[in-house]
């Protein structure tokens, strides 16, 4: 397939592979365990990736891999250059890229840019009352009674007098890229061009020559929007990443770059070639999936999320890809708010958006949040949805032979709970439902990652889903109906070829009947 002379999307950085990939984010501690202590690791990955390739996906992100004391499972950074011991070692992580390479498939790391441990060496340094090289590289107020405002701090068990701003849980201090707009009256706010900003800057780009270097080809990017303070509209942050991501694609053409930002306008300005959209943030994401009436359980109204998605598109003057995720380790599990049929008319709907798809490991096969379990390292209300992945009959659901008690996280224990090898042999499985749409995606440019998309309906209560999507000459028709009635649509166009099919749908001219629950992708 040729995608370079007709592409749709204006980005002029997207590598070849990018514009085909089909994402899987592996959750490491919890995929697979190869070394029966209770933790996934690289070596387990490794014995899992034809899985992934027979699913379809053709590329990884890794959540966080790095050595660290787990408080916030791995976003809490205490070497950057150092595979966690736990997964393995930096040559079995190496190992890892290789093994992805060998099949064709590429793999993202997780860069955490906007704060390390409170063990990071850097941050010991920092600490310090004596000035030293790294005094600047978190952002400090410059007296222990001063809190730098709008911000949660550490003070007060340091030597420093100061208070260390804090960019997430309070072991997570804050990196310093400086202020957009510092204020006179507080010397402590650097500006985004001192000393210590810019040295951080050049310390990331380190981290990142470093794995890029050993093979893996580019990185999501943690809280990627808010590394500039003081920067309401984004324009320092923009600036910040637009300057970094010149330095990787100069030095990594093939590299890519996936933002926890959830702006697309903003972030693909930066330059990174995707961007999420996300549970927080303004893109209404939510009401599609997770909220009281989502959409995809057949009860709610999308067009508030269209009518963003519309503007996000425009706004970005489509420079990169706006990815929409099937969950991540984040939010509560797919399966907790849509059920049955309508978790497949949501695939459908994730398979043949603009934009490189995203499956959250086990929600191919409607994995269960589970409930009612202790915070397991800093994941609170989400733990439930980082357990351990189910792949068959066996112990522990063939994730790991330690003894149950000491698993990473407990499993659903339901006698019923899905499993890769129960899906595998049924026909009718969700699991087997993905695969099919993979396959159709991959075999129609208009469905892929490239191709435009226009809004024939915006899902308003009550009413289908439908929009069409084009790439070159073709144009594809796709309507979702995830309503438990029937449904009608008066069709524009000459309807050539079902190519996707579930539930049934009866064209009669112009007329289109969708049966209830039911998913079609239609040729034009
Ligand atoms: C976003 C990550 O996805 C989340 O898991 C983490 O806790 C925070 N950023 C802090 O790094």
């Not at 040295?199 to 080809?217: S, Y």
């Not at 129609?444 to 998309?453: C, E, F, T, Y």
Request: glycine share 8%; charged share 25%.
């Amino acid at each position: 397939m040729n995608l370079d002379n007709n592409a749709e999307i204006k980005a002029t950085n997207i590598p070849a592979w990018l514009k085909e990939a089909v994402f899987y984010e592996i959750y490491p501690q919890s995929f697979k365990d190869s070394n029966a202590d209770g933790i996934g690791d690289f070596n387990g990955i490794i014995q899992k990736l034809d899985y992934i390739k027979g699913l379809g996906c053709n590329a990884i992100w890794m959540n966080p891999c790095f050595d660290s004391p787990f408080g916030d499972a791995g976003y809490d950074v205490r070497d950057y250059y150092k595979a966690a011991p736990r997964y393995g070692t930096n040559e079995d992580l190496k190992n890892l890229f290789d093994e992805v390479h060998k099949r064709g498939m590429h793999i993202l790391l997780d860069l955490v840019p906007g704060h390390t441990s409170i063990e990071h060496k850097w941050f010991k340094e920092s600490l310090k009352a004596e000035k030293n090289e790294f005094s600047d590289r978190y952002v400090w107020t410059d007296s222990v009674w001063e809190d730098p405002e709008g911000y949660c701090s550490l003070k007060g068990i340091f030597p420093r007098d100061g208070s260390c701003m804090l960019s997430f849980f309070s072991n997570q201090p804050a990196l310093n890229y400086g202020f957009y707009k510092p204020d006179p009256n507080k010397k402590w706010q650097q500006s985004v061009d001192a000393t210590g900003p810019k040295a951080t800057v050049e310390a990331i780009k380190d981290v990142m020559r470093f794995w890029l270097k050993m093979g893996c080809d580019g990185f999501r990017v943690d809280m990627a929007g808010s590394l500039v303070k003081n920067d309401e509209n984004g324009k320092g942050t923009i600036a910040l990443w637009k300057k970094i991501s010149s330095f990787l694609y100069k030095e990594f053409p093939d590299a890519a770059m996936v933002s926890e930002w959830g702006e697309p306008d903003k972030s693909l300005e930066g330059g990174f070639q995707m961007d999420f959209l996300l549970h927080f943030g303004p893109s209404h994401y939510n009401d599609l999936f997770r909220c009281e009436t989502p959409y995809f359980a057949g009860t709610g109204d999308a067009s508030a999320f269209v009518d963003k998605y519309i503007e996000n598109y425009e706004k970005s003057d489509r420079k990169g890809l706006i990815c929409i995720p099937s969950g991540n380790h984040d939010m509560d599990r797919l399966s907790k708010t849509i059920k049955g049929d309508n978790l497949k008319i949501a695939f459908a709907f994730l398979l043949s958006m603009p934009g490189a798809p995203f499956i959250y490991y086990g929600d191919e096969i409607g994995m269960r949040f589970v409930e009612g379990l202790n915070s397991v390292e800093g994941g609170y209300s989400r733990t439930g949805a980082r357990s351990p992945m189910q792949w068959d009959d066996g112990v522990n659901a063939g994730f790991s032979t330690a003894p149950a008690a000491d698993l990473y996280i407990k499993q659903d224990d339901d006698p019923d709970r899905p499993t890769v090898s129960k899906q595998e042999k049924d026909p009718d499985s969700l699991l087997n439902e993905i695969k099919k749409i993979i396959e159709i995606r991959k075999s129609h440019l208009a469905l892929g990652n490239m191709g435009q998309i226009e809004f024939v309906t915006k899902g308003k209560q009550g009413e289908p889903l439908v929009y069409k999507r084009t790439f070159g000459d073709e144009c594809i028709l796709v309507a979702l109906n995830p309503m438990d009635k029937e449904t009608e649509i008066v069709l524009d166009d000459e309807t050539k070829k079902v190519i996707y099919l579930f539930g049934s749908n009866i064209i009669k001219g112009r007329k289109m009947v969708l049966s209830a629950q039911s998913a079609t992708y239609i040729l034009l």
